[in-house]
């Protein structure tokens, strides 16, 4: 348990590492292709670069914040939180206007947020609780992986109803191979 929890930290602080590395890159690239539109558009070379930094930080803490707060209070939520999420797709589905040709966003007054970026992030925690849980039934197609499918195709469903097909298929497929990698058998993912 003691060896598990350090190479978990280790997992972490590299995850971490990595992901502030590609924050560091992007924030290249953005002031890369975004100088000459932002001096011509703002009268200032740092403009889109500027609003792109304040993001980085933003996400930088989200980072920190999420990172110190303790899975097993991610496990108790799980549940509730995929309830919730699934409600605000379907609100979403039936009273969201269309932009475009698509109903994505739900306006709340104070901000407007897109319930199928929350519902990705729940069902990606939702499914590793569920494979905690289920660990040992994972291989039986009834009792164990019919469970995560129902999930899986409920929230993608949803999220293509909207239509958002891309973002369905990306979840879909990202479920399937935690799915998979927690022990699924492959015939029953086919």
């Known amino acids: ?112 947020i897109q319930p199928a970026d929350m519902a990705k992030l729940a069902l990606i925690i939702h499914i590793a609780v569920l494979l905690e849980a289920k660990a040992n039934v994972i291989d039986n197609y009834r009792d164990g992986f019919l469970y995560f499918f129902i999930w899986i195709i409920v929230i993608s469903g949803l999220i293509m109803l909207q239509p958002n097909i891309s973002s369905g298929i990306m979840l879909i497929f990202i479920s399937l191979v935690l799915v998979y990698a927690g022990g699924a058998k492959l015939k029953h993912i086919l």
Not at 88 to 102: E, Q
């Open 1 to 112: 348990r003691r060896g598990q929890q350090t190479i978990m930290k280790k997992l972490g602080l590299t995850i971490f590492f990595d992901t502030f590395a590609l924050m560091l890159l992007g924030l290249t690239i953005v002031m890369s292709a975004s100088s000459t539109y932002s001096v011509f558009k703002f009268d200032s070379v740092f403009y889109l670069f500027n609003s792109h930094l304040f993001k980085v930080v933003l996400g930088i803490g989200a980072i920190v914040l999420f990172a110190v707060i303790p899975y097993e209070y991610y496990k108790r939520l799980s549940k509730p939180v995929m309830i919730i999420t699934t409600l605000l797709l379907v609100v979403t589905l039936l009273f969201s206007p269309d932009i475009k040709g698509a109903g994505r966003w739900l306006n709340l007054g104070i901000i407007s």
